[in-house]
């Protein structure tokens, strides 16, 4: 697969079958417009996917894990081993993603694609590791170019490969020590923010590292100036394995009509590379909610996008696109369940 064929596929949006599914929810039982945002949901899924009588879709969070070289510079709180002992309790389903995604009948599939660690066979993982963790980009790229274009492309096919499964809607997750500094490292760039406002605790790290998070940011994009009209450039020179599959289960994802909930900061680090790779590929997000990572709130305003909600969530693994989901299943079932006052019989406003 070629990746200018999976960005000359993604479609417009269906707005035909949009003006449709807006005209059932005006005639439902309640004033117009009375469930807000609810409305505006369904009618956006209506839109991307074009079908009009929609069922409650199969919904799969693809949870991509990856190490960072730039964990060893001491930018967060836990030590990189954590991201190969996380995969493991995906696995047996005893994270915040699996219970949320059992919560809403969602599958969870837990994708290695760069984690230093040999997992060999073990079942229920989807082996797909181009490295054991990126380079230390305080020191040298982060990836070679075709690294990064590879990254890109196994999201898009595995996107393809759920869309040929049935699945309806995809939520976005990942693990991976060290990631929150490739983000901001990737919003910085894409979005010509500074790096202070887009750098945030992370897993919790106190003031003193934090201070030398940013210092440490500051190195990298002085050191590789990484080229913001060309994002498989950022990606390369500062990003990261899963950032980059994530960005490709966006594109392979809107290429075949699915559309996707976004998780936190990374999944947001990853949809600025999706959408400067392929802008159409923005009418196919859903912004889950809103992360209390500070340059959250940056990557939300440069795709136009508005969460769902806002919980002061932290934890990425793709909890909140669960919620998102949920919220997006509600939405469909009141298009579809809802009486019309013609069906139900009701009189209607004088």
């Given at each position: 697969?070629?990746?200018?064929?999976?960005?000359?596929?993604?479609?417009v949006?269906?707005?035909?079958?949009?003006?449709?599914a807006?005209?059932?929810?005006?005639?439902?039982?309640?004033?117009?417009?009375?469930?807000?945002?609810?409305?505006?949901?369904?009618?956006?899924?209506?839109?991307?996917?074009?079908?009009?009588?929609?069922?409650?879709?199969q919904?799969?969070?693809?949870?991509?894990?990856?190490?960072?070289?730039i964990?060893?510079?001491?930018?967060?709180?836990?030590?990189?081993?954590?991201?190969?002992?996380?995969?493991?309790?995906?696995?047996?389903?005893?994270?915040?993603?699996?219970?949320?995604?059992?919560?809403?009948?969602?599958?969870?599939?837990?994708?290695?694609?760069?984690?230093?660690?040999?997992?060999?066979?073990i079942?229920?993982?989807?082996?797909?590791?181009?490295?054991?963790?990126?380079?230390?980009?305080?020191?040298?790229p982060?990836?070679?170019?075709?690294?990064?274009?590879?990254?890109v492309l196994?999201?898009?096919?595995?996107a393809?490969?759920?869309?040929?499964?049935?699945?309806?809607?995809i939520?976005?997750?990942?693990?991976?020590?060290?990631n929150?500094?490739?983000?901001?490292?990737?919003?910085?760039?894409?979005?010509?923010?500074?790096?202070?406002?887009?750098?945030?605790?992370?897993?919790?790290?106190?003031?003193?590292?934090?201070?030398?998070?940013?210092?440490?940011?500051?190195?990298?994009?002085?050191?590789?100036?990484?080229?913001?009209?060309?994002?498989?450039?950022v990606?390369?020179?500062?990003?990261?394995?899963?950032?980059?599959?994530?960005?490709?289960?966006?594109?392979?994802?809107?290429?075949?009509?699915?559309?996707?909930?976004?998780?936190?900061?990374?999944?947001?680090?990853?949809?600025?590379?999706?959408?400067?790779?392929?802008?159409?590929?923005?009418?196919?997000?859903?912004?889950?909610?809103?992360?209390v990572?500070?340059?959250?709130e940056?990557?939300?305003?440069?795709?136009?996008?508005?969460?769902?909600?806002?919980?002061?969530?932290?934890?990425?693994?793709?909890?909140?696109?669960?919620?998102?989901?949920?919220?997006?299943?509600a939405?469909?079932?009141?298009?579809?369940?809802?009486?019309?006052?013609?069906?139900?019989?009701?009189?209607?406003?004088?």
């Amino acid at each position: 697969m070629d990746l200018q064929q999976v960005l000359d596929q993604i479609p417009v949006l269906d707005r035909d079958s949009g003006r449709h599914a807006q005209q059932r929810l005006d005639r439902l039982t309640k004033p117009v417009g009375s469930l807000g945002r609810l409305e505006d949901l369904a009618v956006r899924y209506v839109e991307m996917t074009g079908d009009r009588w929609p069922k409650v879709p199969q919904a799969a969070i693809f949870t991509f894990a990856a190490d960072h070289g730039i964990a060893a510079e001491g930018v967060s709180a836990y030590p990189a081993a954590v991201t190969a002992q996380m995969v493991l309790n995906f696995l047996r389903g005893g994270a915040g993603v699996n219970v949320l995604a059992r919560h809403i009948g969602a599958e969870v599939r837990v994708i290695d694609i760069g984690v230093a660690h040999d997992f060999e066979s073990i079942s229920g993982l989807i082996h797909r590791k181009i490295a054991p963790g990126t380079n230390n980009c305080l020191r040298e790229p982060a990836m070679t170019r075709k690294q990064a274009e590879e990254a890109v492309l196994i999201g898009a096919e595995l996107a393809r490969g759920a869309a040929l499964d049935g699945v309806g809607v995809i939520g976005t997750g990942d693990m991976g020590i060290g990631n929150t500094t490739a983000s901001a490292a990737i919003t910085a760039v894409i979005t010509g923010a500074t790096v202070r406002d887009v750098t945030g605790r992370g897993t919790g790290i106190d003031d003193a590292t934090f201070e030398h998070k940013v210092a440490v940011l500051q190195e990298i994009l002085a050191l590789h100036h990484p080229d913001p009209r060309d994002p498989l450039d950022v990606l390369a020179k500062v990003g990261g394995f899963e950032i980059g599959g994530l960005a490709g289960l966006i594109l392979g994802a809107a290429a075949h009509r699915v559309p996707v909930v976004l998780d936190g900061f990374i999944a947001g680090a990853a949809a600025l590379i999706a959408v400067a790779l392929a802008p159409r590929c923005q009418d196919y997000l859903i912004a889950s909610h809103r992360s209390v990572e500070r340059g959250h709130e940056v990557v939300l305003q440069h795709l136009g996008l508005a969460p769902l909600l806002d919980l002061g969530l932290r934890l990425g693994e793709g909890t909140g696109a669960c919620l998102g989901i949920g919220l997006l299943q509600a939405s469909i079932q009141i298009l579809t369940q809802m009486a019309t006052f013609d069906e139900a019989g009701v009189s209607e406003r004088v």
